[in-house]
């Protein structure tokens, strides 16, 4: 049965491997803001769009886990070889985690869109 769960790991806030991807992915997405935004647009609107975007995509993202298995349900097939790896990040999640929609993607998005503003600055 498909059932959403939410992880509250806020007592616990660590810059593992995992919330770097997090923080860096949301950065990255913010950054691309100029590439979407239309002729005439300021700086500050070109930001906030890219915030919107980037925010938005890694919450949907967040809410997908939300759904799927905790990571350590996660049964060793392949004897710890690349492939073990690669599941466990991409196939199983840490459920809906409230330490990477609040804290790694939003200072991510945050801080891409401070970036651009800055870059933009008119």
């Not at 790694?104 to 933009?120: A, E, H, P, T």
Request: proline share 2%; net charge negative; glycine share 10%.
């Amino acid at each position: 049965m498909l059932k959403f769960e939410i992880n509250n790991d806020l007592n616990n806030i660590q810059a593992s491997w995992h919330n770097m991807v997090h923080f860096f992915g949301s950065l990255l997405i913010a950054l691309c803001a100029p590439l979407y935004a239309s002729d005439g647009q300021s700086g500050m609107m070109v930001s906030l769009s890219g915030f919107i975007v980037s925010y938005g995509l890694w919450i949907a993202w967040e809410i997908g886990d939300g759904f799927k298995p905790w990571w350590y349900t996660f049964k060793n097939k392949y004897g710890g070889d690349w492939r073990d790896w690669l599941r466990k990040e991409l196939l199983y999640s840490d459920k809906f985690s409230l330490q990477d929609v609040l804290v790694w993607n939003l200072s991510g998005s945050f801080c891409g869109s401070i970036i651009v503003f800055i870059i933009l600055w008119e």
